[in-house]
């Protein structure tokens, strides 16, 4: 090699060697100072691939542990409320059996009785109270979840039943409900019932034709024909004629002409009609319709997709919305205030909806009018409002808004609107039974909340009844468009609906120990009660110990699989410090020998100074 000035290779090379080292000696300190053996995809791009596949399995078994411990935080939550119920039942079966003797009077006996109905009161409180992270334990509802399967549990990488997760199901352990332990509770239910219902060829039960199945047709049900009740579902009526207010109605359902049994109870026990209260200001609007003479001023009222109008139409220019089923002048009512014109304009011609104007008002200096939706069941999203149009080109004042929308379910006033409410609560079931003779027993249920009876027949197509329990609803009696009341129900009607369970009768074994009979088969009510609670407190221990057993199992399946990470991962640190100590060693050694070779054109200097 020559002596030049220009390329000074040893010093090249030297500095080549000293990046090579520097960068080993880099990657020494990333990894003595992380830890970590692969810090990037470029230091081991298989083994990081694999790392980052590990460290996902291990979070998600991480919550998977997590989610173990808090189902067994549930099931001891669960089963510790079960602890305090057995001890109440234990009470129980103790007075039931101080009631089967025959030492105590009837009023020492309603003594006794009224511990035992604290009890199955304080059962139910603890079943409905019990919840853990805003989930209810004991009511029933977690064996309603997935379909009756219960509440899940999961804890797996994935999403098999066999192997990534458990379906816990407990059931209702309330004292007095027919799911649960079925216990104490007396007065629980008013219950009507009819004689046998009959088809049109007999009234009484007896030889001819009948109704031989639920699905048949009964030809002497008409368009107008329907069937209602009331229910006293807040406590705020004790008189049963107070019931036909629109408050309290829990159906008004139109059979229609070759409507069925089957028919009928499935629409009543679709659940309660939801509803919303429109409250009229006395005086608004009277000039608008009385005489048929409009002012210049209108009201478009809008109850889902149906439209009404107060005032002058020629203001009522567009819909509440593009599908519109019903617009309705009530100017076409003259002579009416426009509660009276609203109710007999729904009643009509609507599709959707019903109306009753009540005997009192809510508000004082209103007029009240309940508008019903036809259906049964909850319709929350079903909305009704009113909109103001006025003034005309002429300049007149606008009117204010005079109709106040008032929900039940939840109290809420609103001049804009407001949500109907109440649907979809199951105030009544109606129930059919075979009887004899094509003919069937129906009766209709409803929880006891207050006094007296809290669940009234109102109406059963005869429009001869009394008119004091009659839905004798303003605007009803419109043939075939409407409700009416014309059509009678073969069998069907409030006389022969009768109430055969009152408010101090029982429905099942144990429901009061009021009597030594009733506290002798109450003994074995509560016996029973007693081994259902068992078996479900020993399904939850089953459970809970299975729960922890899959944490071991997982805890173990997590150690094992950390380590493989480990390996993967971690920096072996002594391996690596005598790999520093050596690039360092060599780093040092090039810097040296780059300072030597750097002075080696000066020898080529020298020449030339000669």
Known sequence: ????????????????????????????????????????????????????????????????????????????????????????????????????????????????????????????????????????????????????????????????????????????????????????????????????????????????????????????????????????????????????????????????????????????????????????????????????????????????????????????????????????????????????????????????????????????GYVSVYIFNRQGGNYDDLTASDQQLGPDVTGSASLQTSIVWHNDETGVDGTDGALFGNGGESWGTLRARPSGYGTWGLSLEGRDVGLERDLWILNAGASSESAAYDLNFEGWSFGSQGFGLAGAIAGLSRQNFVEVQNASDGDWLGASIRTQSNAQTALEAVNLAIAKKDAIRAKLGAVMNRLENTMTNLETMHETLQAAESRISDVDVATEMTDFVRNQVLSQAAVSILSQANALPEMALSLLNG
């Not at 899940?152 to 999403?159: A, E, R, T, V």
């Not at 816990?168 to 008013?190: E, F, M, Q, S």
């Not at 629109?246 to 028919?263: C, D, F, I, K, P």
């Not at 001023?297 to 139409?313: P, Q, W």
Request: hydrophobic content about 35%; some cysteine; proline content about 2%.
């Open 1 to 364: 090699m020559g002596l030049v000035l220009n390329h000074n290779m040893p010093a090249i090379y030297s500095a080549y060697v000293l990046d090579k080292n520097y960068g080993r000696l880099a990657v020494n300190v990333e990894r003595l100072s992380s830890g970590l053996r692969v810090n990037s995809a470029e230091d081991d791009p298989a083994g990081f691939g694999i790392r980052e596949l590990m460290r996902s399995e291990l979070t998600t078994m991480e919550q998977g542990l997590r989610n173990a411990a808090d189902g067994v935080s549930l099931l001891q939550t669960a089963e510790g409320a079960m602890a305090v119920i057995d001890e109440k039942l234990l009470r129980m079966r103790e007075l039931a059996e101080q009631g089967a003797t025959g030492t105590y009077t009837t009023l020492q006996r309603e003594i006794i009785n009224s511990e035992y109905q604290a009890m199955a009161a304080e059962i139910d409180r603890i079943a409905n109270s019990t919840t853990f992270n805003g989930v209810k334990l004991l009511d029933g509802t977690a064996a309603q979840m997935h379909r009756g399967q219960g509440l899940k549990i999961h804890f797996g990488l994935g999403d098999s039943s066999s192997e990534d997760y458990y379906f816990v199901r407990i059931d209702d352990v309330r004292a007095t409900t027919v799911t649960g332990l079925k216990i104490g509770g007396d007065a629980k239910n008013d219950v009507w019932s009819t004689v046998s219902l009959s088809g049109p060829e007999t009234t009484d039960g007896c030889c001819g034709g009948g109704v031989s199945s639920l699905s048949q047709p009964v030809s002497a049900w008409t368009s107008g024909s329907i069937f209602s009740y009331g229910y006293n579902w807040d406590e705020g009526q004790n008189i049963d004629q107070n019931l036909s207010q629109g408050r309290y109605v829990g159906g008004a359902y139109q059979l229609g002409s070759g409507a069925s049994l089957e028919q009928l109870l499935d629409t009543v026990n679709r659940g309660t009609q939801s509803r919303i209260r429109a409250d009229f200001r006395i005086g608004d609007f009277q000039s608008d319709l009385v005489g048929g003479e409009p002012s210049a001023n209108a009201h478009r009222i809008c109850l889902g997709d149906e439209v009404y109008y107060i005032g002058n139409s020629a203001l009522a220019l567009q819909d509440c919305t593009s599908s519109t089923t019903v617009t309705v002048d009530l100017d076409n009512y003259p002579g009416l205030i426009p509660a009276d014109a609203l109710v007999q304009a729904i009643n009509t011609s609507s599709q959707s909806f019903w109306a009753q104007k009540e005997s009192f008002s809510y508000r004082s």
